[in-house]
């Protein structure tokens, strides 16, 4: 269960190790890692150091916030994140949000590593996630309310529309091509299988993940404007003739992520 007492330890503990309040949080998915290493001045904290964090066992998942400036803005960004496959708890993998929230960000950006679903779509794009759709059958936000975190039933109207206009703006800016669509948050481990894919397809989802939505509850359930960025690493079970590999996404990633560092660099300058 999520308690405000703990969110507020948390952020204690990162205020006495943190150079300054940080504006703006960001979570780097799968492969999507180094971008913690453009941050200046980094100052770089283990989860295994910050009371009740929990420790990603994800291949290619740092484990430690890294707070510093990017683009002149005061960022600390996740550089690793838990996932339900992993084994974690929905609330487990929530928790960070709710500190990072408490230390004072005003802004959060999730992005992830995501098959496409949506056949206009090419391996290498980038999707601003403009809603999701939780497949996962479960919610951050099963058992006791503390109703000083949020409230028990909170509206899901979550990817603020302003900066989903920013997001596009910074990728005209960039000469970027930033797709648009519906994320679908599924379990996994397992890739899906290509009955799935079509199924979600026809529920209006556009790419699929392992990520994400519980971040983007608990974003929503504390009043965290949130933006979503997937870079599409596959095309998703039975829209190419071909299997699926976990190596795959990280090779696209990697070769990818020049160009997704400079679109997220010009996008905080813009925030
Ligand atoms: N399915 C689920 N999660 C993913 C995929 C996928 O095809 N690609 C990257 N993460």
Request: charged share 20%; net charge negative; proline share 6%.
């Amino acid at each position: 269960m999520l308690t405000h007492d703990e969110v507020k330890q948390s952020a204690d503990f990162l205020r006495g190790k943190l150079p300054f309040i940080p504006e703006i949080g960001i979570v780097l998915g799968s492969g999507l890692g180094p971008l913690a290493e453009e941050i200046e001045q980094p100052v770089c904290i283990p989860y295994g150091d910050i009371p009740h964090f929990r420790v990603s066992t994800a291949p290619d998942h740092a484990g430690r916030l890294v707070c510093g400036t990017l683009s002149g803005r005061r960022i600390v960004c996740m550089q690793g994140r838990l996932h339900g496959y992993e084994g974690y708890a929905p609330d487990e993998i929530a928790y960070p949000v709710y500190v990072l929230k408490e230390l004072g960000v005003g802004a959060l950006i999730v992005t992830n590593a995501s098959g496409g679903i949506n056949t206009g779509f090419e391996v290498g794009d980038f999707m601003l996630i403009e809603d999701h759709i939780n497949l996962t059958g479960k919610s951050p936000l099963t058992g006791a309310n503390d109703a000083s975190l949020g409230t028990r039933f909170p509206d899901m109207f979550a990817y603020a529309p302003a900066l989903r206009e920013k997001a596009l703006t910074a990728a005209e800016q960039c000469g970027t091509v930033l797709r648009r669509g519906v994320y679908i948050g599924v379990n996994g481990p397992q890739f899906e299988t290509p009955a799935e894919i079509r199924a979600f397809r026809t529920l209006g989802a556009d790419a699929v993940g392992m990520s994400t939505v519980f971040e983007v509850i608990a974003a929503a359930h504390c009043g965290l404007p949130v933006l979503g960025i997937a870079m599409i690493t596959n095309m998703a079970a039975g829209v190419l003739n071909k299997p699926l590999s976990g190596a795959e996404v990280n090779e696209i990633a990697e070769k990818r992520g020049g160009v997704f560092r400079s679109y997220v660099k010009t996008l905080v300058e813009t925030l």
